[in-house]
């Protein structure tokens, strides 16, 4: 068997730690029954590209399971501790996950592994080898070819993918098969030479994992078929190898031991206690340097420059200087599993001499991967204060519409209660203050203040053991409504139906524009079903063509604009400029659905007959932005913040749970609706934020009479909609 070679394989060896703060227990690691992970990912990629492997690195899934069932779960290398993985005697079972899963790919490639080991109170290292899990196909037509066949295409599928070779298409792509399924089959499209339609069909019986499928086109002469010749499909089979190793190494971490480095210590001048900071790599440490205010004094040096010290390379005098003033520290490498640590104690007697105000701890931790360099830095803030609270400015995301969420850290022990006042600053009388009981929950107080009015600004202080705090102010966010939410307004765009006066105010669009190509309007005004103003829209799902030539289209409605037509397919840039946080949208909507008439091999939650489904979805959005990357979109209106591209062979679709995407909720419409208003149905779809600590950039609604209009899927279904509003 022909073995076809890629040169990308990704050794990830997995070093990070716990988010909270490790726990001062290292000196008692060895041992411990424990494993140390390293995932190496063999992968197809043809180019070697640190982005490529950087998410391989980012996106490994690790499970450890026992008897009894999943233990453990990691998600990226920054997730799998650095010190290990602690497990009793016993065997498991560790899976690894890399990459994406679809059905079918141009570009997405899967990785997976399935590794048993056993522990029995000793030090694993565990290699797991994550092998490609994808099905591969590529095509390559003889010479000869072009003589006798022309706008020619080949398609390669299973139940559930398919993928279009246009012409002489070089890319390879990837097939996940289904459970079910052990065959890819393939379809051979074109001219012949009379103007007339070829096709032949075939099937690659028994395909496997992690091997090549080339589908050779070839012309041999002297036969009746095409033009006086005949064209066969030749399959080479290859297994998909690589010959080149590259180390990913990550970079060290640095943790706060009891503590979340990451968190500003909060605490009352000599009463702080000993701390400990910890430094894990998986390669030998080459630098550790310290630098802190009271280092200097401590040491007896000056520090000009403010560079710090390097622990690993610091003088005999000036550690014996460290060791005195209370900074110790320990360094230890383990040469069968290439850990090294460090752990550095500030004891007691040196974090009590520190003043009352604000200290930073800057450490810098560094190992040599290859030709580069990784080096992590962190910060460790101090805020000491006798104050019993600490009140700050509060955090523009913590600020909603009609909310405000107050929290700080308690200082004192002896603190049991702890209150929060606020009044409108328009008004600023004395009895105006509203108190609030502030719930405390370890070192940490939190207020919620509720019935704010939108874009109004507020002060407020706390008072704790008759202490009253500094005032501070916020200011609400505004109540933003949809423009045209009533679906009012309505013009024309040459052929196509707009919900809009004209163009140039145009925030909702529709499939019109590729519809009205052949004569015909999917999203329409309607009078017959309505509840507020004149109109409501009506989205009518159908088949647009002349006889047989032609596609299903969903009736839809989208905040956004149509930005081209790719043949029979469109291109579409979703979302609008918002920046306010809504809790839900709130509408109106009679559907009545239809028998699924189209089906599609990329979508097996519906078959023919079924009962055709609806969906209203609503998503707020980042300011991230895509490119339509496509020479069919003018330059002024490629980016957007969703790109929607629903021909097969490059489609794109929305994800909602993607990284752009701040909060999201969907209505899903399974049978026909009834209502008292005007025979619509009322609804609401709360939103749910999966980020809550950044404000939106963008905002994202759509509607289709068919929830699978993007893969033309769905029958006659009808949808009216009306009077949209956002809840806040």
């Not at 009463?271 to 007896?300: C, Q, R």
């Not at 009506?538 to 647009?544: E, I």
């Amino acid at each position: 068997m022909k073995k076809i070679k890629y040169i990308l394989s990704a050794i990830i060896v997995a070093v990070a730690g716990c988010f909270a703060g490790c726990s001062d227990d290292y000196e008692s690691i060895t041992g411990r029954g424990r494993v140390h992970i390293k995932a190496q990912v063999e992968s197809d990629v043809k180019v070697v590209s640190r982005a490529s492997t950087d998410d391989l690195n980012e996106n490994i899934l690790l499970y450890i399971s026992g008897q009894q069932g999943l233990i453990r779960k990691y998600k990226g290398i920054s997730e799998i501790p650095a010190d290990g993985i602690a497990l009793v005697a016993g065997s498991y079972v560790a899976e690894a996950w890399a990459g994406d899963s679809v059905s079918a790919s141009w570009d997405a490639r899967f990785y997976k592994t399935y590794h048993p080991f056993n522990i029995s109170g000793n030090e694993l290292t565990l290699n797991l080898r994550l092998t490609i899990a994808n099905v591969l196909a590529s095509v390559k037509y003889a010479d000869e070819v072009d003589a006798v066949l022309s706008d020619y295409t080949l398609t390669v599928s299973h139940p559930r993918g398919s993928l279009t070779f246009e012409g002489k298409d070089e890319r390879v792509g990837s097939f996940m098969m289904p459970s079910a399924t052990t065959d890819l089959e393939w379809k051979l499209q074109g001219t012949d030479m009379s103007g007339k339609g070829y096709t032949k069909t075939g099937v690659i019986k028994n395909v496997e994992p992690a091997h090549q499928y080339n589908l050779n086109i070839q012309y041999t002469p002297d036969n009746s078929e095409v033009g006086g010749g005949y064209i066969s499909v030749v399959v080479d089979k290859s297994e998909v190898v690589v010959d080149k190793t590259i180390y990913i190494i990550a970079p060290p971490v640095i943790q706060g031991v009891g503590f979340d480095i990451n968190e500003t210590f909060m605490g009352e001048p000599g009463n702080v206690g000993h701390k400990a900071l910890f430094v894990s790599a998986s390669a030998e440490l080459t630098s550790v340097i310290l630098d802190f205010d009271e280092l200097d004094d401590l040491l007896g040096i000056s520090d000009v420059e403010g560079t710090g010290i390097d622990l690993l390379k610091m003088s005999d005098d000036i550690k014996n200087l460290a060791e005195q003033s209370g900074l110790t520290f320990t360094y230890e490498t383990d040469a069968e599993t290439d850990l090294s640590t460090i752990k550095i104690n500030f004891d007691e007697t040196l974090m009590n001499s520190l003043s009352e105000g604000e200290h930073e701890v800057e450490i810098s931790a560094s190992l040599t991967d290859g030709d580069n360099i990784k080096t992590t830095e962190r910060v460790w803030k101090l805020h000491l204060t006798a104050d019993p609270v600490t009140v700050t400015q509060v955090p523009a995301y913590d600020v909603w519409a009609t909310t405000a969420t107050i929290s700080g850290p308690v200082n004192k022990d002896d603190v049991t209660e702890v209150n929060l006042l606020y009044r409108s600053v328009t008004s600023r009388a004395d009895d105006d203050w509203t108190s609030v009981a502030a719930t405390i929950t370890g070192k940490v107080y939190t207020a919620v203040l509720t019935g704010l009015q939108p874009a109004t600004r507020y002060e407020y202080y706390a008072v704790a053991n008759d202490y009253s705090s500094p005032v501070f102010t916020f200011t609400t966010e505004d109540t933003p409504t949809l423009p045209n939410g009533s679906f009012e307004e309505w013009g024309m765009d040459g052929k196509a139906i707009i919900p809009a006066s004209s163009t140039d105010n145009l925030y909702w669009d529709s499939g019109n524009h590729g519809s009205a190509t052949m004569s015909k309007n999917i999203t329409e005004s309607s009078t017959d079903y309505v509840v507020d103003g004149n109109y409501s829209a009506r989205l009518q799902s159908q088949f647009v063509g002349i006889g047989s030539i032609g596609k299903f289209a969903a009736g839809n409605i989208f905040i956004g604009k149509y930005l081209a037509t790719d043949g029979m397919d469109g291109i579409l840039g979703w979302g609008r400029t918002f920046t306010a946080r809504p809790k839900a949208l709130k509408g109106y909507v009679k559907y009545t659905p239809a028998a699924v008439d189209n089906t599609s091999n990329d979508v097996s939650e519906v078959k023919k007959g079924d009962l055709d489904q609806g969906i209203i979805y609503i998503a707020l959005l980042d300011n991230t932005l895509e490119n339509a990357n496509s020479n069919k979109v003018d330059n002024s209106i490629k980016e957007w913040p969703v790109i929607v591209k629903t021909k097969s062979s490059e489609r794109k679709l929305f994800n909602p749970n993607g990284s752009n995407v701040i909060a999201y909720g969907e209505l899903r419409l399974k049978e026909a609706t009834s209502g008292e208003h005007n025979g619509m149905k009322e609804f609401t779809i709360p939103l749910e934020y999966k980020k809550k600590d950044v404000i939106p950039s963008n905002i994202m609604v759509v509607c289709s009479a068919s929830a699978y209009g993007d893969y033309f899927v769905g029958g006659s279904s009808e949808m009216y909609i009306d009077n949209f509003t956002l809840e806040y």
